[in-house]
Structures are given as structure tokens and as C-alpha cells.
């Protein structure tokens, strides 16, 4: 709903194409591989990962969920005040 009222742009390209075909696919693509993504990756964790790495693997995916819950509120705010 942002991109279509132009308060945001989406600056990947395939992303982009993705979402200029099909919104309801691009929203679900935008859901469905960061979450697969991240189960993927908390039931893999190896145990001989430095613990750096784990760290690493650990804030991004923290940074990612605050992200998309900013989004989810953003669009909660829009939904509301139209």
C-alpha cells in the first residue's frame, strides 16, 4: 500500500518487476522466503560455528523482525487513517 501511494519505492529491481506484476505476490514472496529463511537457519545452526558468526546470524535476523513489524505498523497507521 506505501509503494502504491509512492510514500516508499522498492529499490530492488526483481523485487520490483515482482511486485509491478503482482502485488498479492510480491507480498507474499516478501513472507514466505524471509521466514523460511529463518527457520532454515535456527534449525541449522551448527554447534561449530564461532560464536561470532552465531552472533552475527542472531542480530540480523533480530534487525530483520523489527523491520517487518515497523512495516506491519506502518500499514496498520495507513489502513486507519484513510
Known amino acids: 500500500m506505501s509503494l502504491e501511494l509512492g510514500f516508499y519505492q522498492e529499490m530492488n529491481v526483481l523485487v520490483n518487476n515482482i511486485y509491478n506484476y503482482s502485488s498479492n505476490l510480491f507480498l507474499l514472496i516478501k513472507?514466505?522466503?524471509?521466514?523460511?529463511?529463518?527457520?532454515?537457519?535456527?534449525?541449522?545452526?551448527?554447534?561449530?560455528?564461532?560464536?561470532?558468526?552465531?552472533?552475527?546470524?542472531?542480530?540480523?535476523?533480530?534487525?530483520?523482525?523489527?523491520?517487518?513489524?515497523?512495516?506491519i505498523l506502518l500499514l496498520i497507521q495507513l489502513m486507519y487513517s484513510i
Open 31 to 71: 513472507v514466505i522466503i524471509p521466514t523460511a529463511i529463518l527457520i532454515l537457519l535456527a534449525l541449522n545452526i551448527k554447534d561449530n560455528l564461532s560464536k561470532i558468526t552465531k552472533l552475527f546470524i542472531y542480530m540480523a535476523n533480530i534487525v530483520y523482525v523489527f523491520i517487518g513489524s515497523y512495516h
